[in-house]
């Protein structure tokens, strides 16, 4: 059974920092591209970030020298340091793995990310 579980999300207020955290069970994990995604109500769902088993990172350009993935391969964890956080940034935050064979996209459950004074 294919697994994402996230945490570490919750309140902050703008400037600060938050670490979010997605452990995969259930799948190969190096075949997968790990990342983050996030939505606001009537928002569609946007990419974060996301990074590829050789490490290849993506950023949207809203979160550029601010946001940082981790993956762990051993771990099978992925990670994404949030710093200079922004209210835009408040939103649910989605783990997204999405690869293998045959191809598939494997949601976690969201976690709420809130930034404000």
């Known amino acids: 059974q294919v697994e994402l579980v996230e945490s570490g999300g919750g309140l902050v207020q703008p400037g600060g920092s938050l670490r979010l955290s997605c452990a995969a069970s259930?799948?190969?994990?190096?075949?997968?591209?790990m990342g983050w995604y996030r939505q606001v109500p009537g928002k569609q769902r946007e990419l974060v970030a996301d990074?590829?088993?050789?490490?290849?990172?993506n950023y949207a350009d809203s979160v550029k020298g601010r946001f940082t993935i981790y993956r762990d391969n051993a771990k099978n964890t992925v990670d994404l340091q949030m710093n200079s956080l922004k209210p835009e940034d408040t939103a649910v935050y989605y783990c997204?793995?999405?690869?293998?064979?045959?191809?598939?996209?494997?949601w976690g459950q969201g976690t709420q990310v809130t930034v404000s004074s």
């Open positions: 259930g799948i190969i994990f190096s075949n997968y591209v």
């Open positions: 997204n793995a999405r690869g293998g064979w045959p191809w598939r996209s494997v």
């Open positions: 990074c590829t088993s050789g490490s290849t990172t």
